[in-house]
């Protein structure tokens, strides 16, 4: 089955820096690749997605980039606030847009003001 | 509208006991998976439902755990003799045709 690595596991920057969090996957089939955020105490929330047809993407201050050869994926968020603090999670789908996700351990993201 | 729920939030139980976990997805949407997460960990997959196809157990851990689901309404996880490593948020999402799933806030599981 597909193995997704997260890195960092935590993440600690000041509030106006960038925040990049890296993942790689294993099974060259994943072809969709979302990044989820979770508050404390909530399920998780899509923030982004990429398709294995795009090699980035970008909503405002989250942009998401692919490398479908490196197997690696990776979140952008620029202009930090306190507001993004909170954990990260990447995931991949292999084959069916209906299959189960693959997630990564999780970055747990906090911003200092 | 509605986002999923699911319920307990929270449920506190002895070692031994049996526990059933509801869930109660987006209204339409055919397909509804279950996920643990432990704490301080990524989410594992344990089961997911599409329609009235069988569904994939390929993630339950043990023959404790059991999932229903009629039609493409409400699911519930039921955990048989509780162990203290059962200790877990439960999280529940579902999805129509797109790739999004959609979480519910998770029902927290303790094992004393």
């Known amino acids: 089955g597909e193995n997704v690595e997260q890195h960092p596991s935590t993440l600690s920057v000041q509030e106006g820096d960038s925040a990049v969090i890296k993942c790689t996957y294993s099974?060259?089939?994943?072809?969709?690749f979302p990044w989820y955020k979770q508050e404390l105490g909530k399920g998780p929330q899509l923030i982004i997605d990429?398709?294995?047809?795009?090699g980035e993407k970008k909503d405002q201050r989250i942009a998401v980039t692919l490398n479908k050869t490196a197997k690696h994926f990776s979140l952008h968020i620029t202009e930090t606030q306190p507001e993004d603090s909170a954990v990260y999670f990447c995931?991949?789908?292999?084959?069916?847009?209906?299959?189960?996700?693959?997630f990564g351990r999780g970055t747990q993201l906090t911003v200092w003001p | 509208g509605a986002g999923v729920s699911q319920s307990p939030s929270n449920k506190v139980t002895e070692k031994g006991k049996d526990v059933e976990l509801r869930c109660d997805p987006i209204?339409?949407?055919?397909?509804l998976y279950w996920y643990r997460q432990r704490l301080g960990q990524g989410l594992e997959f344990l089961i997911y439902?599409?329609?009235?196809?069988?569904?994939?157990k390929s993630g339950l851990p043990s023959d404790r755990f059991s999932a229903e689901r009629t039609g493409e309404s409400v699911s519930t996880l039921t955990i048989q003799r509780t162990q203290q490593e059962d200790s877990a948020v439960y999280l529940c999402?579902?999805?129509?045709?797109?790739?999004?799933?959609?979480f519910g806030p998770g029902t927290r599981l303790t094992v004393l």
């Open positions: 209204s339409g949407h055919t397909a």
């Open positions: 995931a991949a789908i292999r084959g069916s847009t209906l299959g189960r996700l693959y």
């Open positions: 990429i398709r294995s047809n795009v």
């Open positions: 999402a579902s999805t129509d045709r797109g790739n999004e799933q959609f």
């Open positions: 099974d060259s089939a994943s072809n969709y």
């Open positions: 439902f599409q329609g009235n196809s069988a569904p994939d």
